[in-house]
C-alpha cells in the first residue's frame, strides 16, 4: 500500500499468473501451454519481419491478419478483432459492453482474471453455481443480468457445454452481450463461432496461445456483429499505442494458414489426453470430462496440495489452487507422450508410497 495510490490501485486484487520458473527445469504442465513448437512457417515468417523494417511501426488496423482471418471463419472483415493475447480482448470488451448498474454472470468456477477486469473497471458480477461435477445450466443465465461471460471449454474445469444450451442462453439475453471465450475450442469441442450470424449479442473470443502453439507470440482474435467490435476498437483506440508488433503479426498469418500443422498438433494433444485421463482412473483418480488441453482431477484419497508439492519436488510442475470447492483438484496440461510417461510414473510412485 502506497500514499500514492488511487483508490482504485489500493482497491484491487490482480490475477497471479502460473508459475514460469527459471530456477530450474520442470516438467511444465502447470499453464496450459501447447507441448509441441509452432508450425516452421511461423518462424520463418517471423524471421523475414525480423529482417523486414522493425524502424517502422506496424499496421494499425492489423490488415493482413484480419483479412486471414475473415477468410479463416467465413466472415467478412468487420466483424474480426485481434488483440494481444485474448487477455487483452476481455480486457477491452468489458468496458465495451458492461456497465456498473447492473451485474455480469459468469459460472463460480472459471477463469480468474473475469472478476479482476470487473473489479478494475468497477462492474459488478454475480458467480453462478455449477454442479458438482462442474457441469454449467443454461436456465441458470436466462434471468435479469447486465451481460455474461462463458468460457467454453471452462478453465479450469475442462468442462465443455453443448452449443445447445448456448443457444438457450443467446436467446434469452438478446438485449446483453454474451461473451464466450474459447481459449481451448480446438481440442475438441464445437465453436460458437457460426452463431454470430444470427446473434448480434455474441462476442466468441479466441486465442493462438494453445492450439497453435503461440503463448508467447501474444496474439488473440474476436468474432462478432459489426458494432460489436466496433465497440471493441473505440477502446482499444482509447489506448495509446495498443496494436498487435510486426513478428506478431506475421507469425499469426502465418499460424492460421497452416492448417495441416494445427490439425495434426491437435490430434496428437487429444490423443494423449484419452491415454493421461485412462491411466490416471487406474490409479484412482476421478477426472472431469475434458475437451481442453488439460485436465482437472482429484484423488479420493489423497490431498490435492501434498500431490501438487510431491509431483514439484520430483521436477512436475502441475497447477493447484488453494480455493474452496476445487482445493482437492489439480489441473494438469497436457504435454508429450514421454512428459505424460514421467508424469504417471511418478504420480504412481506418490500415490503407491504415501
Ligand atoms: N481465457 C481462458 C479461459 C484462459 O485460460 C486463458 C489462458 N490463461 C486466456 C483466456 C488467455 O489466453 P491468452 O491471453 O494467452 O490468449
Request: hydrophobic share 40%; charged share 25%.
Amino acid at each position: 500500500m502506497s500514499k500514492y495510490w488511487s483508490k482504485l490501485t489500493a482497491s484491487l486484487v490482480p490475477y497471479v499468473p502460473g508459475e514460469q520458473p527459471k530456477d530450474r527445469s520442470y516438467i511444465k504442465l502447470n499453464t496450459n501451454e501447447n507441448p509441441y513448437p509452432p508450425s516452421p512457417k511461423v518462424i520463418e515468417a517471423i524471421q523475414a519481419a525480423a529482417n523486414e523494417d522493425l524502424r517502422l511501426y506496424p499496421d494499425p488496423t492489423c490488415d493482413e491478419l484480419v483479412e486471414t482471418l475473415a477468410d479463416y471463419f467465413g466472415y467478412p472483415k468487420d466483424r474480426i478483432f485481434v488483440g494481444n493475447g485474448s487477455d487483452e480482448i476481455l480486457a477491452f470488451a468489458f468496458p465495451a459492453f458492461y456497465s456498473a448498474d447492473k451485474r455480469i454472470l459468469f459460472p463460480d468456477v472459471t477463469y480468474t482474471f473475469y472478476p479482476v477486469y470487473a473489479n478494475l473497471y468497477g462492474l459488478k458480477y454475480e458467480t453462478v453455481p455449477t454442479d458438482e461435477r462442474f457441469r454449467i445450466q443454461a436456465s441458470d443465465y436466462c434471468v435479469p443480468n447486465g451481460g455474461i461471460v462463458l468460457p467454453n471449454p471452462n478453465a479450469p474445469t475442462a468442462r465443455y457445454m453443448l452449443v445447445d444450451q448456448l443457444k438457450v442462453i443467446l436467446e434469452a439475453n438478446k438485449d446483453q452481450v454474451v461473451i464466450v471465450d474459447e481459449a481451448y475450442i480446438d481440442f475438441g469441442g464445437q465453436s460458437a463461432v457460426p452463431f454470430v450470424a444470427e446473434y448480434p449479442n455474441l462476442l466468441v473470443v479466441q486465442t493462438l496461445s494453445k492450439s497453435r502453439s503461440l503463448a508467447g507470440l501474444r496474439v488473440g482474435m474476436a468474432v462478432g456483429h459489426p458494432d460489436l467490435i466496433e465497440g471493441l476498437n473505440r477502446i482499444k483506440n482509447s489506448f495509446n499505442s495498443y496494436t498487435l508488433d510486426r513478428l506478431a503479426l506475421a507469425g499469426a498469418v502465418a499460424a492460421i494458414k497452416d492448417r495441416k500443422y494445427f490439425e495434426e498438433t491437435n490430434r496428437k494433444v487429444v490423443a494423449t489426453r484419452t491415454r493421461t485421463v485412462e491411466a490416471l482412473n487406474e490409479l484412482g483418480f476421478r477426472t472431469i470430462e475434458s475437451e481442453a488441453n488439460f485436465i482437472f482431477t482429484t484423488h479420493p484419497e489423497r490431498s490435492a496440495e501434498e500431490l501438487f508439492l510431491s509431483l514439484k519436488g520430483k521436477g512436475i510442475l502441475v497447477r493447484y489452487f488453494n480455493k474452496p470447492r476445487i482445493d482437492q483438484y489439480l489441473r494438469v496440461s497436457i504435454g508429450t507422450d514421454d512428459e505424460m510417461r514421467q508424469f504417471l510414473e511418478v504420480l504412481r510412485d506418490i500415490v503407491d508410497n504415501a
